[in-house]
């Protein structure tokens, strides 16, 4: 259905939509009000999750409940407000998940009965019983300190549910904390690949993992890449290297949607024009960004094969020395910001990665047979090293600036040794 553009028209609507809004006020809310509140809210979370919530429009929400905008803004005044409802919502589920977990008493157990909580729920959503939970990686692109208050406190909830050792900082604890909620929120990236009758099967090998991590008992390792190895220096004091850098911490920061050509101009203070001197397109850019951060990796992988003596040192150096970029001052782009590029990039972009995650797991196949790595679902394994190393720009936001470098080598010991070495 299209609407007359007429001003009078939509003045009347407008009135109309702040009546309904002064009635419903008035009274204790219906239950048919809250059942479309939650199903716009639904859609949403589902826009959201595929297009940011720089890139989520009413009309988007309101198409796929077959509504026109104005009957959204019935129950939201804008789009703010219902990106706030979708996140406390989804924080709030979170967190219900979270206290699976506080039933228990040892680390392990209760870092177990979130995952099974976790992908019980998944199950639920893909059978259509129970609604999807948003992305919380964008919830900083809000810029609602109400919303992050509540992510915060979720945050200080799942971080309860590791065990803490004596001479561990608040920091430490913080670190293994963004791991294990970064290892489910990656999830829906990949588990398409598997049946939902699986998913039981994969919650128990991933929190195998979490629990136990990758290394064999007493297999000999470090969590810093040897002296002297680092990933060389982009290019990024150049003109086009300042547009990378300010395109990556944007979508980084923002998701593709919020990182418009206009605020990747204005981060740079330099015109429309200059951008377009040395860009075609905002999509030549961003495909940029993700061929420099897919070339880092392999450029890391390829260094740490030519030295390393099993498979697990390859792959914890392969992890040091992305952990150490991601914290450092020009980070690879995150690579969740792919669930809002666009299809034809997307698909493109999912498919290099693709091939550096079936490496991961070649890599892992080669510690199990030298005896590095103690037997695990490589296919799981390998997508939690990806999700790993994508998370790792999350760790600054809890941590002082002082304690990146000692981050960066707890963050790869918690993934292989495991969150709970010590039970």
Same mark, same amino acid.
């Given at each position: 259905?299209?609407?007359?553009?007429?001003?009078?028209?939509?003045?009347?609507?407008?009135?109309?939509?702040?009546?309904?809004?002064?009635?419903?006020?008035?009274?204790?809310?219906?239950?048919?009000?809250?059942?479309?509140?939650?199903?716009?809210?639904?859609?949403?979370?589902?826009?959201?999750?595929?297009?940011?919530?720089?890139?989520?429009?009413?009309?988007?929400?309101?198409?796929?409940?077959?509504?026109?905008?104005?009957?959204?803004?019935?129950?939201?005044?804008?789009?703010?407000?219902? !990106? $706030?409802?979708?996140?406390?919502? *989804?924080? /709030?589920?979170?967190?219900? =998940?979270?206290?699976?977990? #506080?039933?228990? &008493?040892?680390?392990?157990?209760?870092?177990?009965?979130?995952?099974?909580?976790?992908?019980?729920?998944?199950?639920?959503?893909?059978?259509?019983?129970?609604?999807?939970?948003?992305?919380?990686?964008?919830?900083?692109?809000?810029?609602?300190?109400?919303?992050?208050?509540?992510?915060?406190?979720?945050?200080?909830?799942?971080?309860?549910?590791?065990?803490?050792?004596?001479?561990?900082?608040?920091?430490?604890?913080?670190?293994?904390?963004?791991?294990?909620?970064?290892?489910?929120?990656?999830?829906?990236?990949?588990?398409?690949?598997?049946?939902?009758?699986?998913?039981?099967?994969?919650?128990?090998?991933?929190?195998?993992?979490?629990?136990?991590?990758? !290394? $064999?008992?007493?297999?000999?390792? *470090?969590? /810093?890449?040897?002296?002297? =190895?680092?990933?060389?220096? #982009?290019?990024? &004091?150049?003109?086009?290297?300042?547009?990378?850098?300010?395109?990556?911490?944007?979508?980084?920061?923002?998701?593709?949607?919020?990182?418009?050509?206009?605020?990747?101009?204005?981060?740079?203070?330099?015109?429309?024009?200059?951008?377009?001197?040395?860009?075609?397109?905002?999509?030549?850019?961003?495909?940029?960004?993700?061929?420099?951060?897919?070339?880092?990796?392999?450029?890391?992988?390829?260094?740490?094969?030519?030295?390393?003596?099993?498979?697990?040192?390859?792959?914890?150096?392969?992890?040091?020395?992305?952990?150490?970029?991601?914290?450092?001052?020009?980070?690879?782009?995150?690579?969740?910001?792919?669930?809002?590029?666009?299809?034809?990039?997307?698909?493109?972009?999912?498919?290099?990665?693709?091939?550096?995650?079936?490496?991961?797991?070649?890599?892992?196949? #080669?510690?199990?047979?030298?005896?590095?790595?103690?037997?695990?679902?490589?296919?799981?394994?390998?997508?939690?090293?990806?999700?790993?190393?994508?998370?790792?720009?999350?760790?600054?936001?809890?941590?002082?600036?002082?304690?990146?470098?000692?981050?960066?080598?707890?963050?790869?010991?918690?993934?292989?040794?495991?969150?709970?070495?010590?039970?």
């Amino acid at each position: 259905m299209v609407l007359p553009a007429d001003s009078a028209y939509a003045a009347a609507m407008q009135r109309g939509a702040d009546l309904t809004e002064s009635v419903v006020s008035s009274r204790a809310p219906s239950r048919r009000f809250e059942a479309r509140r939650e199903a716009i809210i639904a859609s949403a979370t589902r826009e959201i999750n595929r297009r940011g919530v720089k890139g989520m429009s009413l009309g988007n929400v309101a198409a796929r409940l077959n509504l026109v905008p104005t009957a959204v803004m019935y129950y939201f005044k804008n789009k703010e407000e219902l !990106a $706030a409802a979708v996140f406390r919502k *989804s924080i /709030a589920q979170f967190d219900e =998940l979270i206290a699976a977990g #506080d039933l228990y &008493e040892t680390g392990s157990e209760r870092i177990s009965a979130l995952i099974r909580a976790y992908f019980a729920y998944r199950l639920q959503v893909k059978r259509g019983e129970a609604n999807e939970i948003a992305d919380t990686s964008d919830v900083r692109a809000l810029g609602s300190a109400e919303v992050y208050e509540a992510y915060e406190a979720m945050f200080r909830h799942a971080r309860r549910l590791t065990p803490r050792t004596p001479d561990e900082s608040r920091a430490d604890r913080n670190v293994r904390t963004v791991l294990l909620l970064a290892e489910l929120t990656w999830t829906p990236a990949w588990i398409y690949n598997w049946r939902s009758q699986d998913y039981g099967r994969i919650g128990e090998r991933m929190a195998d993992v979490l629990v136990n991590g990758v !290394a $064999a008992p007493g297999a000999p390792w *470090s969590a /810093a890449p040897p002296p002297g =190895l680092a990933l060389e220096a #982009d290019d990024l &004091e150049s003109s086009p290297g300042h547009f990378l850098r300010a395109a990556t911490q944007l979508i980084n920061d923002e998701g593709y949607h919020g990182a418009s050509v206009e605020r990747i101009s204005a981060r740079l203070k330099v015109t429309k024009g200059a951008f377009y001197h040395y860009n075609a397109t905002k999509d030549d850019l961003v495909v940029a960004c993700f061929q420099r951060t897919f070339d880092l990796m392999w450029r890391a992988i390829d260094e740490a094969e030519a030295i390393g003596d099993s498979g697990l040192q390859v792959l914890a150096t392969i992890a040091a020395m992305l952990v150490g970029q991601q914290l450092g001052d020009a980070p690879m782009l995150r690579t969740s910001a792919l669930s809002t590029v666009p299809g034809p990039v997307r698909g493109q972009m999912l498919h290099r990665l693709r091939r550096i995650t079936i490496r991961f797991a070649s890599l892992l196949c #080669d510690g199990i047979a030298d005896g590095s790595i103690r037997p695990v679902d490589t296919s799981v394994t390998a997508q939690m090293i990806t999700a790993a190393i994508n998370a790792a720009s999350e760790t600054p936001y809890f941590l002082a600036a002082e304690g990146r470098a000692h981050a960066a080598e707890h963050y790869v010991r918690s993934l292989f040794l495991g969150l709970c070495p010590e039970g």
